[in-house]
């Protein structure tokens, strides 16, 4: 019976082979999905046997990685924050950027008892963590696609948070009911021009969970007009954005009702999040 170590070897050398960045990760990564392990059980459990059964599940995993379907996609789950979400094609998923916009929401937030509309959920990655991070919360977590807002209740549900979350249906912000005193987004914001350039990983996700448009701010420019709508007063609006596109976005918060607004840098030092705050509830 062979060992998780020549086992792993394998797959690094097949990875390798196949032109794949980081294989023996991905190799460690694969052969834990197979054997229901953590990554770090792997490496620290060298000798594990391994059954032959297992080592043919292994295989035809790395057969589809080495076809450039996205890791996440080949073991049906991704780490988020440290907490395990379930992703399948046609749900985006969830980028490190991301997790750094949850962290400038939990500093924002500190301990008030809110009410979160986080437009755009997708896998519900920013919705289950900052339920799970919240001792006093209601979510709303919105999408466009039904298939999303499936994986989204699966991932509310395996961490216990239903009862903090509401799951809807939608294709704006401004036909989401009740007011918040936080909209999170993290809209689609790659032009259009630029997608047919991007890695085959990047394409194998949901086109309209990427494509932002002619220039990119489609969808920023709608959650911009319509977050005054549904914010409460002193409400904040919370996006992640493109790295070059401040400057585009400025214009769109100035004058009424927006206040406060704040582009904040990446752990990068690249504008990747922005923050505006209203004066007030504003009338549709």
């Known amino acids: 019976m062979k060992t998780a170590v020549e086992v792993v070897k ?3 050398e097949y990875l390798a082979g196949s032109g794949l960045s980081e294989p023996e990760l991905n190799s460690q990564w694969l052969l834990a999905s197979v054997l229901g392990l953590k990554r770090l059980e792997i490496i620290a459990g060298p000798d594990l046997p391994v059954e032959k059964s297992r080592i043919s599940v292994y295989r035809k995993l790395l057969k589809q990685r080495a076809g450039n379907v996205p890791l996440s996609y080949v073991t049906g789950f ?7 979400l379930e992703v399948c094609p046609g749900v985006f998923i969830p980028r490190p ?3 750094e916009l949850v962290e400038k929401i939990l500093q924002f937030i500190g301990k008030k008892s809110v009410r979160i509309l986080d437009f755009g959920t997708g896998s519900g990655c920013i919705a289950v963590a900052l339920a799970s991070a919240l001792f006093s919360c209601k979510i709303t977590a919105v999408d466009s696609s039904a298939k999303a807002l499936a994986v989204a209740k699966k991932n509310a549900l395996k961490h216990n948070l239903s009862k903090k979350m509401i799951f809807l249906k939608a294709g704006s912000v401004k036909d989401v009911p009740g007011t918040f005193h936080l909209i999170v987004s993290n809209p689609p914001y790659i032009p259009v021009c630029v997608i047919k350039g991007l890695d085959a990983e990047v394409r194998a996700e949901p086109r309209k969970a990427i494509d932002g448009g002619k220039d990119g701010l489609k969808w920023i420019k709608r959650i911009v007009m319509e977050a005054p709508l549904k914010l409460r007063p002193a409400g904040a609006l919370f996006m992640e954005i493109g790295a070059d596109q401040k400057q585009k976005i400025e214009p769109l918060f100035s004058g009424k009702p927006w ?15 922005v923050k505006g705050q209203v004066t007030a509830v504003v009338s549709e």
């Open 10 to 12: 394998e797959g690094i």
């Open 78 to 84: 991704h780490d988020f924050m440290g907490i395990e």
């Open 97 to 99: 950027e991301t997790e």
């Open 259 to 273: 206040r406060k607004v704040e582009f904040i840098k990446d752990y990068n030092n690249r504008y990747r999040f």
